[in-house]
Every structure is written in C-alpha cells, then in structure tokens.
Nanobody
Framework: QVQLVESGGGLVRPGGSLRLSCAASGILFSDNVVDWYRQAPGKERELVAA???????SYAESVKGRFTISRDDLKNTIYLQMNSLKPEDTAVYYC???????????????WGQGTQVTVST
C-alpha cells in the first residue's frame, strides 16, 4: 500500500525555522516528482516547492530563498527546510508524489495527510 506521512509541523515564532519530513512506503521518491503544497484557511491549495527525479528543484516566489526542498534516497524521505518563517506561511503542508511515464503522462498521484505549521507570536 502506498502511503506518505508528513511530520515536523508545529508552532513557531516569526523568523524561526522548521523542517518538515515526508516519509514514503510503497513507492520510491527517486521514481517520482515530489511536491510540497500548502493550504491556509479559506484559501486554495498552492504549490510551494518541487523536486524532480533528477533532483532539480523549484520554488514559489513567496518562499524562494527561505525554503529548501531536498531528498534522502537512503531514507526515502523528502524534506522541506523552512527558514525566516512569516505569519503568512501558516497553513497545512502536504507532500504529493507523482509518477510519470516516459512521455510525461501522470500514472499515479499520492498525497500525505498534511502537517500543520503555525507562525505566530
């Protein structure tokens, strides 16, 4: 059974840091494109960061320079290091793994259950 489990969320003061983890069972992250999304109350889910099978990364403008996505193939885990956190970063953060075929068609998409990040004084 394919499952993604996020962890590492919590309450942090503005300017602080958190590291989120997304652990997988049933799939290999190295075979997938993996994204971190977030959804704040009353807002649509937005893409925050992504890492390709080759390890290339991309970020939303709102987090560029503050967040870093990385992958540990030995642990089959994806991380999102979040620095200089702002109140507007408050949201539930989700990881999503998508496996594509050779011509770029998505074959399988798996979501985690989410982890809450709250940035507040």
């Amino acid at each position: 059974q394919v499952q993604l489990v996020e962890s590492g969320g919590g309450l942090v003061r503005p300017g602080g840091s958190l590291r989120l983890s997304c652990a997988a069972s049933g799939i290999l992250f190295s075979d997938n494109v993996v994204d971190w999304y977030r959804q704040a109350p009353g807002k649509e889910r937005e893409l925050v960061a992504a890492i390709t099978r080759r390890g290339s990364t991309s970020y939303a403008e709102s987090v560029k320079g503050r967040f870093t996505i990385s992958r540990d193939d030995l642990k089959n885990t994806i991380y999102l290091q979040m620095n200089s956190l702002k109140p507007e970063d408050t949201a539930v953060y989700y990881c999503n793994a998508i496996r594509y075929n050779a011509i770029g068609v998505a074959l399988q998409s798996t979501w985690g259950q989410g982890t809450q990040v709250t940035v507040s004084t």
